[in-house]
C-alpha cells in the first residue's frame, strides 16, 4: 500500500525503520531562515534528512520572480536520489506547522511524477504528543536514483494564469490570510490585496485544533461550497510565495477533489509586473 495524501503518526512509526521508506523534514521559519535546520539538529523523527525550503525546494530569487521560485527540477531530483529517494520509494514530509512548508516538498514530487509522498498528518508536534522517538543522530544514507517524469501541466505561469481568469471558467482560491487577502495589510510583501477574482480560503482552515488535518468528508463540504459548480480540475491555487498553497491543494487532494493546479509564482511575483491587475475588497 502507497499513501499519497497524508500518513499518521502511528503508521509512520510502523515502517520507521524500512529502507523502502525515506523521512524528509522540512522545518522552516520565513522569520528566520536557519530556524528549521537548528531544530532539525536538535530533534528529528529517526531516520530523516531535512529539506531547505531555500536552499532546496526553492531556485535563486530573480528580479521578475517571487519569493520562492520552483526550484530547478534536475538538481532537485539530483538532491532526491542523493537523500536515497527513488521511484519506488514511500516519501513522508513533514515540518512543525502542520503541513504549511512540508505540502511545497508534497506537491514538487507530484510534479516529478512522483505520487507515493504523504504529509505527516499533524507534523513533528503531534508526534510528540504520541510520545514517539526523536533522535539527534544523523541517518545513514543510501544515495540512490531519482528519474523525473515532470507534470508541468500542474502549474501555471502569471501569462497563463490571465488567459485562464479571461475564459470565467476557473476557481482561484487565495490561501493567505483575510487581512492579507482583503489589501489591509502584508507583513511581507511590498503591495497588498489579491488578484483579481480569486476567493479567500485560508490554508490554517484545513486543519483542527490539534493541528491535524480535517476529516475528508468535512474538507469536501467545504471546498465544494467554496468551487461552486466549478470542477476541482478548473481550481486554481495561490499563496504568497507558492508555498502554503499547496496545503489547500493537500486538502482537497484528501477529500478527493483531485486535480487543481498551483500557480507557483504566487503572489508575490504577480505584484512584480505593474500591469497586473490588483483588487482590494472582499469578492463577493
Known amino acids: ?17 524500512n529502507p523502502k521508506w525515506i523521512i524528509i523534514d522540512c522545518r522552516f521559519s520565513l522569520a528566520d531562515s536557519t530556524a528549521g535546520s537548528y531544530a532539525y539538529r536538535h530533534g528529528h523523527i529517526p531516520n530523516a534528512r531535512y529539506a531547505d525550503l531555500n536552499k532546496d525546494l526553492s531556485a535563486e530569487i530573480k528580479s521578475y520572480t517571487g519569493r520562492h521560485p ?13 537523500w536515497g529517494i527513488s ?19 508534497w506537491w514538487l514530487l507530484r510534479s516529478l511524477g512522483h505520487d507515493k509522498v504523504a504529509v505527516l498528518d499533524g507534523g513533528i508536534k503531534h508526534w510528540q504528543k504520541q510520545n ?19 507534470n508541468p501541466s500542474l502549474w501555471l505561469s502569471a501569462e497563463e494564469l ?15 490570510t483575510p487581512e492579507r487577502y482583503r489589501g489591509e495589510q502584508d ?29 475528508p468528508d468535512e474538507l469536501k463540504q467545504q471546498f465544494k461550497q467554496l468551487l461552486g459548480a466549478i470542477l476541482p480540475e478548473k481550481t486554481i491555487h ?30 508575490s511575483e504577480w505584484i512584480r509586473n505593474q500591469n497586473h491587475p490588483i483588487a482590494t475588497t472582499t469578492v463577493a
Open 1 to 17: 500500500m502507497s499513501y499519497n495524501t497524508l500518513i499518521s503518526a502511528q503508521t509512520l512509526n510502523q515502517h520507521i525503520n
Open 70 to 82: 520552483l526550484p530547478n527540477f534536475t538538481a532537485l531530483s539530483k538532491k532526491l536520489g542523493a
Open 87 to 105: 521511484n519506488d520509494t514511500q516519501v513522508v514530509v513533514y515540518d512543525d506547522a502542520s503541513g504549511a512548508f512540508a505540502g511545497r516538498l
Open 132 to 150: 514517539l522517538p526523536l533522535t539527534t543522530k544523523l541517518p545513514i544514507v543510501k544515495p540512490s536514483t531519482f528519474r523525473a517524469y515532470i
Open 162 to 176: 490571465q488567459n485562464q481568469i479571461a475564459s470565467k471558467k476557473i476557481r482561484l482560491i487565495d490561501a493567505r
Open 187 to 215: 507583513p511581507i510583501d511590498p503591495v497588498a490585496g489579491h488578484i483579481p477574482s480569486a476567493l479567500n480560503r485560508p490554508f490554517q482552515l484545513n486543519i483542527d485544533q490539534n493541528g491535524c488535518f480535517l476529516s
Open 238 to 267: 495561490y499563496c504568497g510565495s507558492g508555498v502554503t498553497a499547496c496545503h489547500n491543494l493537500l486538502a482537497m487532494e484528501h477529500a478527493g477533489l483531485t486535480g487543481s493546479k498551483l500557480y507557483a509564482g504566487a503572489w
